[in-house]
């Protein structure tokens, strides 16, 4: 039992270590981002380039006074933070780093969790994420609140619709819940040079989950619920200091893990970039290390898009994201699904 | 008594502890978060039982959908004068609870005298291929008939939610 | 091993029924009613590794679809009720009429 | 295939919180005479109850989406056996089937303008 624990403890450490550990760095990618869009400077004072702003950040919430206003229901207000996020780490066990790897005569996996669930673990567990705004919504007692919660929870789950439909067409391709399996079968390559990506397979599909994504975990154009204009601030309003913190930080731990989930159905995963694979043969033993670095790379160039969209486009209305989410997306993912069903069934 | 008996253990307690919320729990949407964390305590014994597919089933349905729905109705409706929902005189408390208990009795009296058959694990882990091509094989019909189950539900609750006087 | 999920399933099942009947509100009811379903599921989830055969499982497949059936028009329905009666009791339902 | 991983995920999910806010519950300095925090209403005082009803689409969304969630939870199985099945005319013929009922109820809930959003 206690091997098991330590490997267990090992493994969050580095899957779920690491993200936590580029929050900051996201949040500071974020500010600069926007501000060499906007041809402006951007946070450059604290340390070189700014860089342990965000860690100032931290700091100020810390020391910043824990307010419970009195009005709120005091159980369910403090548990609200702490459920977001416990459900956004969750889905971080179900996510595979590298390929499963021999260490002495045992096959270790490299996801926490691992089980025959495979994407279902991911996709379930994200589609709880919404509990924790719901909660938060209901326990600050407060009608702006209360309206953004509702406002938040209806677009999430009209996005998750199109997000499992996309996800069918997948399965239907693949034959398979396992991502080391859909991973596997990405790394082939079609005529010679260009690698038998998701994408290629499904490139409706790949923008429908793009575009269900940034519904999902509430990023601009979508983030409709945190509507600075109408809501004031949506429904984490009541919250101050470390709750709102960490709401924060479960908003971008949810961002880290649909983009990985992302990056694993349509983007080859962990698949060896092209520069890698020479490195690789000559120290063997650092496949999975390097692995992991791909699969990291392109999930901070999707990340890098998330901020390249939050400040070129414009935020949506609440009518246009509902009626974009259940006219426009949903039928487009039926029609994808019959297109590639059909196709599949007359060509094979 | 192993890990996995100390699971088990760990999910029927925190199932049932839970549902007890749901049934005398005071405010309705507690009741209706407790629902929802016993179904995710559902969804933890369908998976200790070897049957994935049940599993996610569970959470995407009824953790993730009909538990939604609750606290959405929950949410919608004026609940700040329930508080006092609890003074009136429920209908048949003392029936209920005397017909429930000689029900559990019965029950349990079921449970024990064949438990040494009931306790054996016959069917390990199925997998989710041989539970789906049973799914499309021997249960087609139902399969279908469930979908238009479905149709039938859509048409009727959108119908009963906005009566033509309200057009 | 498994003996305490089939006392579980029973205790719950029985749990509901008692909730189902001294619960006032409607909402409440359907939350307890929701909760026995659940149990069934889990005890013929039991049944189908006791007896050693997967329909067992597939039917808890369509329980849960019939259950979401059932909580979609059921609280459709309280929604339109609450709406004309302004009160969720179901003792204030019972006088339909008016 | 134990569940121990996720129970301790989950553990460790709930430290990490607590933590952090008892971290700061700690070192924020408490205010001396805390003034009656009122509902936040950006600067007006609060108007009326905070839990007053709202229309009725976003209920219809939420059901809506659990009928139509119910409906794509039938295909899971659908697609995944679809490759090692025997005969693929019948899984067709089912998908087809299914397909027609899922745009008829889609097309009704279209047409029947219950879904309109521009309050």
Known sequence: MQGELIEILLKTAVVLGVPLGVIPLIVHVERRGAAFIQKRVGPNRVGLFGIFQPLADVVKFLFKEEVVPAHVLKPLYILAPILTLVMAILPFAGIPICEPFMLGARKVYP???????????????????????????????????????????AQMISYELSLSITLVALFFLYGTVDLHEIVRQQNASFFGFLPTWGVFYQPVGCLLFLVAIFAESNRLPFDL??????????????????KFALFFMAEYLHMIVLSALFVLLFFGGYNLLPGFGLIVDMIPQSLPLFQFLSLFFKVALMIWFFVWVRWSIPRFRYDQLMNLGWKRLLPLGIANLMVTVLYVYWKG | ??????????????????????????????????????????????????SVFLTTIQVLVYAGAIAILFIFVLMLINTSHYKYSQTKKSINPVLGTIFTFILLGGFTLVINNNIDYLNVDRLPTTSMKVLFVDLFNKYLLPFELATVLILVAIVASVVISNKRGEK | ????????????????????????????????????????????????????????????????????????????????LFKKVKSGYSEDVLILSE | MSLLPFLVLVIIGLTLGVLLLSISQIL???QKNPRPHDIYESGMDPVGNALKRYDIKYFLTGILFLLFDVEIVFLFPWALTYKDSANKELMIAEFLFFMAILLVGYLYVLFSKSLKWDD
């Open chain 2, 1 to 50: 008594m192993g890990l996995n008996e100390y699971i088990d253990i760990f999910l029927a307690v925190f199932t049932g502890f839970f549902s007890l919320i749901v049934v005398f729990g005071r405010n309705p949407v507690v009741c209706a978060l407790s629902l929802l964390m016993s179904f995710i305590g559902f969804a933890g014994i369908f998976f200790q039982l070897g």
């Open chain 1, 225 to 242: 619920a945190e509507g600075e204009s109408e809501l004031v601030a949506g429904y984490h309003l009541e919250y101050s200091s470390m």
């Open chain 1, 111 to 153: 996801e926490i969790f691992r089980s025959d669930l495979g994407v279902f673990y991911v996709f379930a567990t994200t589609a709880l994420g919404s509990y924790g705004i719901l909660i938060a919504g209901w326990a600050s007692n407060n009608k702006y609140t209360l309206l953004g919660s509702i406002r938040a929870c």
């Open chain 4, 28 to 30: 924020g300095e408490k």
């Open chain 3, 1 to 80: 091993m498994m003996e305490i999920y089939y006392y579980l399933a029973i205790f719950l099942f029985c749990l509901g029924l008692l909730g189902t009947l001294i619960k006032k509100d409607l909402i409440s009811i359907l939350l307890c009613v929701e909760l026995m379903l659940s149990s069934v599921n889990l005890l013929f989830a039991l049944f189908s590794k006791a007896i050693g055969v997967p329909d067992g499982q597939l039917q808890v497949f369509f329980v849960i679809i019939v259950a979401a059936a059932e909580a979609a028009i059921g609280l459709s329905l309280i929604i339109t």
